[in-house]
T-cell receptor, first 115, second 111 residues
Framework: DAGVTQSPTHLIKTRGQQVTLRCSPK?????VSWYQQALGQGPQFIFQ???????QRGNFPDRFSGHQFPNYSSELNVNALLLGDSALYLCASSSNRDSTNEKLFFGSGTQLSVL | SQQGEEDPQALSIQEGENATMNCSYKTSINNLQWYRQNSGRGLVHLIL?????REKHSGRLRVTLDTSKKSSSLLITASRAADTASYFCATVNTGFQKLVFGTGTRLLVSP
């Protein structure tokens, strides 16, 4: 049973470019959340997707957008990259069908460096 | 923005000693969870405590929750070098379903 998988593991971009990060949730999970973690900080909530729609959003600009596909996998897109977007991007999955299962399963993350 | 703050920011102990980390949060919560992160990679869920619970155990872990003080503590007993990691508390606020993480405690356990 595969856990949460993220790709790529590392990415280097320059300012102004656009990036797409990908996530496949744990088998049986239908909800995907994205987090940004700057060095030495805790993860910050970007948004959450369920049934192919953005259900909740954190305090991030519109440059950050996402998508969820019918197979529950998800993408995070960031446009017009800034130096401050350099961070570890974490995807987490959970099951909306099991109300008692509130814990998140995390992928290993994508380390994005913006030069 | 971070919901909670962990204290201390860093903790260094010897193997066999106990490690205690504290977490404070700001708003009413549905539950509070603790996660562990090795070397800045993915987080692993350790334990969840609900707002109507005061204490919970899982193996060498003991978590307490004081909703009147909006605080929680994580105790790791008989620590091992493999416990070296960053530990984060995270809260699920009443009415919301997202996890909001604290700032983390970096634990170093020396052999």
């Amino acid at each position: 049973d595969a856990g949460v998988t993220q790709s790529p593991t590392h990415l280097i971009k320059t300012r102004g470019q656009q990036v797409t990060l990908r996530c496949s949730p744990k088998s049986g999970h239908d909800t995907v959340s994205w987090y940004q973690q700057a060095l030495g900080q805790g993860p910050q909530f970007i948004f959450q997707y369920y049934e192919e729609e953005e259900r909740q959003r954190g305090n991030f600009p519109d440059r950050f957008s996402g998508h969820q596909f019918p197979n529950y996998s998800s993408e995070l897109n960031v446009n017009a990259l800034l130096l401050g977007d350099s961070a570890l991007y974490l995807c987490a999955s959970s099951s909306n069908r099991d109300s008692t299962n509130e814990k998140l399963f995390f992928g290993s993350g994508t380390q994005l460096s913006v030069l | 923005s971070q919901q909670g703050e962990e204290d201390p920011q860093a903790l260094s102990i010897q193997e066999g000693e106990n490690a205690t980390m504290n977490c404070s949060y700001k708003t009413s919560i549905n539950n509070l969870q603790w996660y562990r992160q090795n070397s800045g990679r993915g987080l692993v869920h350790l334990i969840l405590i609900r707002s109507n619970e005061r204490e919970k155990h899982s193996g060498r872990l003991r978590v307490t929750l004081d909703t009147s003080k909006k605080s929680s503590s994580l105790l790791i007993t008989a620590s091992r070098a493999a416990d070296t990691a960053s530990y984060f508390c995270a809260t699920v606020n009443t009415g919301f379903q997202k996890l909001v993480f604290g700032t983390g405690t970096r634990l170093l356990v020396s052999p």
